[in-house]
């Protein structure tokens, strides 16, 4: 599901970008699949900081996804490890109900397994970069890439 979300706008820009700057194929296959990686990635640590974040630095309460029913990774992981989160897709949880909530998210590893994925597929974004010969710019991405799922916000 993610990869249709903010994975494929990323690769298709990426993609779209090489190819309207005459890069040859191989290299606009190489940033599509990183931007599409590297999307995945930043949607998975956007999930991750909906319910880590505090609210003054997210600038939103915390476990927003949750209470809302979305499906994320974390919640998939912990739905297949049989975690229960009693208030998931309640909308008028409670900050308690959801406090609650994370420490069982926390306590199947459903957090750590999504925050491992995203760490896994900027490495993976970042090894597409190989087609390109080493310069300022994919200085750039490889940065760029990190910051993805280094940030806090």
């Known amino acids: 599901m993610i990869e249709k979300k ?10 779209m970008g090489a190819r309207l700057s005459g890069a040859p194929a ?5 940033l599509e699949r990183f931007g599409r990686l590297v999307g995945m990635a930043f949607q998975i640590q956007d999930d991750v900081l909906d319910l880590t974040a ?11 996804d949750l209470a809302e029913g979305k499906k994320t990774l974390i919640m998939i992981h912990a739905m297949e490890s049989g975690a229960k989160v009693e208030i998931f897709g309640k909308k008028n949880a409670t900050s308690e109900e959801i406090e609650a ?5 926390r306590a199947s590893g459903s957090i750590g ?9 900027v490495r993976e974004g970042k090894e ?3 087609v390109l010969d080493d310069s300022d710019a994919k200085a750039l991405l490889l940065e760029l890439a990190d910051y ?6």
Do not use: F, H, N
Request: proline share 4%.
């Open 101 to 105: 909530a994370l420490e069982v998210l």
């Open 6 to 15: 903010t994975g494929v706008l990323y690769g298709a820009s990426a993609w």
């Open 26 to 30: 191989q290299q606009a296959e190489g």
């Open 128 to 130: 597409a970069l190989d």
């Open 148 to 153: 993805m799922i280094s940030r806090s916000y």
């Open 54 to 64: 505090p609210m003054e630095v997210l600038g939103k309460p915390r476990g927003g």
């Open 113 to 121: 397994y999504a925050r491992s994925k995203a760490v896994s597929l």
